[in-house]
Every structure is written in structure tokens, then in C-alpha cells.
């Protein structure tokens, strides 16, 4: 697999839900070379990596092929997702219909 960074887009979509006020979001990756003065963007390699009408923000690679990030559901509920580059799976880590999880990172331990 050739190696290199992604990097990830916050696409914000003006969409304004009439009973909530919260804007809808989705995530983007774009494929990205070199460092510093050399950084680069490929523009045409840009492609949704979420694409759904509620809040998917706050990403955060915990590895070079995995990326977590919050995700609300229809009932306003926030679980923290995991997305893997390798399979193009989508796993949901919490499932709290009780509670909601934000910022998800790796914590110093290396644990999610």
C-alpha cells in the first residue's frame, strides 16, 4: 500500500434543520505529499468519506490506517465512530442511547 498522509477535510453543508439548530457536517479525505514548504494537496483524489444530513466532526487518526470521530444520530445522541482505511468499515465504539461522546483521541496509554 503506497504510504501516504491523508488528511481530512470538514465539509460544512449550510443545512439548517428546522427543529434543531445544529448545522450538518461530513467528513472529507484528500490525499496529501511532501511536508513543510513542500506540503500539497491532490485536489481531484478529494472524496466524502461521510455523506449524511447530521453532525459527523471531530476527527482524529489513531493510526496510520484508523480514524475516530463523532457522529449524531436522528435522536441528537453522539457516539464516537471508528473508520478504517484498510476496509472501508464504519464501527461504532460506544452506542450510548443515553449519553453522548465528543473529541474522541488516542489517549497516552495508546488506547481508544
Known amino acids: 500500500m503506497r504510504k501516504i498522509t491523508r488528511f481530512v477535510f470538514f465539509i460544512t453543508f449550510l443545512i439548517t434543520q428546522i427543529t434543531v439548530a445544529q448545522v450538518a457536517t461530513d467528513l472529507w479525505v484528500v490525499e496529501t505529499s511532501g511536508k513543510g514548504s513542500s506540503f500539497s494537496l491532490d485536489l481531484l483524489s478529494a472524496k466524502p468519506l461521510t455523506n449524511r444530513p ?43 442511547p443515553d449519553r453522548s461522546e465528543y473529541s474522541p483521541a488516542i489517549t497516552d496509554c495508546k488506547q481508544y
Open 54 to 96: 447530521l453532525y459527523d466532526n471531530q476527527p482524529s487518526f489513531i493510526n496510520d490506517s484508523e480514524l475516530v470521530f463523532s457522529a449524531a444520530d436522528e435522536y441528537g445522541n453522539h457516539d464516537i465512530i471508528l473508520y478504517s482505511f484498510r476496509t472501508g468499515n464504519f464501527t461504532n465504539l460506544t452506542k450510548s
